[in-house]
Each structure stands twice: as structure tokens, then as C-alpha cells.
């Protein structure tokens, strides 16, 4: 009797690449309801969790603006959940690759967390604890809003290890990428990560119009006229911006300046490019707008997709080339 035996290959399955194309696209419509909910301040449209209101088809939420918001966000949560689970049994069944298999565990593993942070920063608000302050859900809620990141990160190296591109073609490369060039992509990822983490605590202490002005933080100085803790983030999340445009820059043009690299990832050099100058006008519409919601919803997303860019560009470059011997 023959047992049953996954068959697995390390070749290109573009069915699994498939797959990871459509957890993106869901996990996009997530950011953006998460980022849409605390925007609008509906993350407590409903005071129990998991269910909300103790259903799994509330009443009205359709029709009701901050049920609406909430209630999309937790279903988007669930889709991608069982997305992840998918892509679990997939790579179990199919995948060679160990690491690839590893990332896939890792996934679920980040998306359980991300659904009991999210459940937490429910359950632990004032509304619920009656505390005279709200700074234990605030926190589980900038925890999530970074878990997120980390999840769209995770879902970038799957679908860049399932490309045609990563196995087939090497990514593009025909010789190894420098590792100062390496380095410089792991301090831009650093940098964009902890630039969201800022943003985060910026969104959910609703300090997004602390500074009403842009670019000048007063009439005739770039320094505000007075500080406290809002003030303080919402600057901090300036100077932030400031600094990560002067590294992404910097990163950018060594990797144009070196015709390996820019003949490799010239398409991601000029979107990542894209992306900065489209997210600095965002953020400064933010403020013209008197936080718009749905400005300040699209710069929490293309800030993701700017951290997702320089990530996937600094997980290709540390692809290894297998050089062909010369005969």
C-alpha cells in the first residue's frame, strides 16, 4: 500500500505565486480599513470581541459609518487569516524550500498574534476597563498597526521566493549585490519601520493635526510655538520624514550609480522613488486638509507600500547568484 506523499519541488508554481498575489491584494483592502477605522476613530464602534455585538452579522453595520469601518476591518482580518492558512497548507504540500515553508508558519503565526492585539486593544479601552486613562489599548493598538507591517513584509518575501523572477532568473542579478549596497537596504527598512511606528503612536494619541501648519510649524519658524506630548510626536514624525528622504535618496542613487544594480532593479528604484515624493505630498495634503480622511487613510497606505517596496528591493539584493563556470 503506498502512503500518501506531498510532492514537493523548488520549481516556479504559479499557482502558489498566484496565491501570494491574492493575499496581497486582500491584505491592501485591510491596511486600508484598519488605516480608514482609526482615521475616523471607529475602532471602538463596538465594545466586545470577537463578535461584535454579539453577532457575526451585527445589525446596521452596513449602513452605519463607524460599524461600517470596524466590522469590514474584522471580516478583511478573517479573510486574510484563513488566506494565510492556505498559503500554509500550500507550501507544506508543495514547497521545497524549507525557508519558504518557515516563512509560511510564520505568517499564521503573526496573523493569530495580530487578531489577539487587535481584540486586546478592545477589550483593555476605557470604555470597557472604565480606567481614567486609555494608554494600555493605545499601546496593543500601535502594536497592531506595526504587526501589520510585519505581516505585509512576510507576504512580500513569499511572493518574491514563488516569482519566476527569484527562481528562474536569479532576480535579475548576474553578479552578487555589494554588501554595503545590502547594508544600505536594511537601514532604509529599518528606518521607513520605525517611521510607521512613529506615525502609529502619532494616529492613535490623535495628534495628526497637533502642528496645523505644513511645512512651517508656525508662522516664520519650523519649531513649534510650544511643546507637550502631541506636539512633540507629530514633530518627531516630521523630522522623521526628513531624515528617512535624505537616506532613501542616498540609497537610491548608489543603487543607479552601480550598473549592476541599476540594471537589475530599475523598476523598483524609480517606484520606491515614486512613492517617497507621492507620500511627502500626502502628508502635507494631511495637514492642508484638516486630516481628510481619506488623504490621511491613503498616506497610512502608501507608506506600507513604500516599506513593502524598499523591503522586497533589499530582499532581492541578498539573493545569492550562482556564478556559471567559464569553460
Known amino acids: 500500500m503506498n502512503s500518501f506523499t506531498p510532492k514537493r519541488t523548488a ?50 453595520w452596513i449602513v452605519e459609518s463607524d460599524m461600517l469601518a470596524e466590522h469590514s476591518h474584522r471580516l478583511l482580518g478573517m479573510i486574510v487569516g484563513f488566506l494565510s492558512l492556505g498559503l500554509l497548507l500550500f507550501t507544506w504540500l508543495r514547497e521545497e524550500r524549507s525557508w519558504m515553508r518557515t516563512c509560511s508558519r510564520i505568517l499564521v503565526l503573526v ?21 481614567d486613562h486609555n494608554l494600555v489599548a493605545q499601546s496593543f493598538a500601535v502594536i497592531h498597526a506595526c504587526g501589520a507591517m510585519i505581516v505585509l513584509g512576510i507576504l512580500v518575501a513569499l511572493t518574491l521566493g514563488s516569482s519566476k523572477l527569484w527562481i528562474q532568473r536569479q532576480a535579475g542579478l548576474t553578479q552578487a549585490v555589494p554588501v554595503s549596497l545590502q547594508r544600505w537596504g536594511i537601514v532604509c527598512t529599518t528606518a521607513i519601520f ?20 505644513f511645512p512651517m510649524s ?53 517606484t520606491i522613488l515614486g512613492l517617497l515624493f507621492v507620500q511627502i505630498y500626502l502628508g502635507a495634503l494631511t495637514i492642508w486638509t484638516v486630516r481628510n480622511s481619506y488623504v490621511a487613510t491613503i498616506h497610512h497606505l502608501v507608506g506600507a507600500f513604500l516599506l513593502a517596496s524598499t523591503w522586497g528591493l533589499t530582499f532581492l539584493a541578498h539573493r545569492r547568484v550562482n556564478q556559471k563556470p567559464t569553460a
Open 11 to 60: 520549481d516556479y508554481q504559479p499557482w502558489l505565486y498566484a496565491s501570494c498575489i491574492f493575499a496581497l491584494c486582500w491584505i491592501t483592502a485591510l491596511l486600508f480599513a484598519g488605516g480608514f477605522t482609526t482615521t475616523i476613530d471607529a475602532g471602538m464602534a463596538f465594545l466586545d470581541w470577537p463578535l461584535s455585538n454579539g453577532s457575526l452579522n451585527p445589525d446596521d
Open 194 to 213: 520605525l517611521q510607521i511606528l512613529v506615525g502609529a503612536i502619532m494616529r492613535h494619541a490623535k495628534a495628526g493635526l497637533a502642528i496645523a501648519q
Open 218 to 270: 508656525q508662522p516664520g519658524s519650523l519649531l513649534p510655538a510650544y511643546w507637550n506630548f502631541d506636539v512633540a510626536i507629530h514633530f518627531a514624525h516630521r523630522v522623521g520624514a526628513l531624515i528617512l528622504t535624505v537616506i532613501l535618496l542616498l540609497y537610491l542613487s548608489k543603487l543607479w550609480a552601480n550598473p549592476i544594480t541599476r540594471k537589475a532593479f530599475m523598476f523598483w528604484i524609480l
Open 111 to 131: 496573523v493569530i498574534l495580530q487578531g489577539v492585539l487587535g481584540g486586546a486593544r478592545v477589550r483593555f479601552d476605557a470604555l470597557n476597563t472604565q480606567a
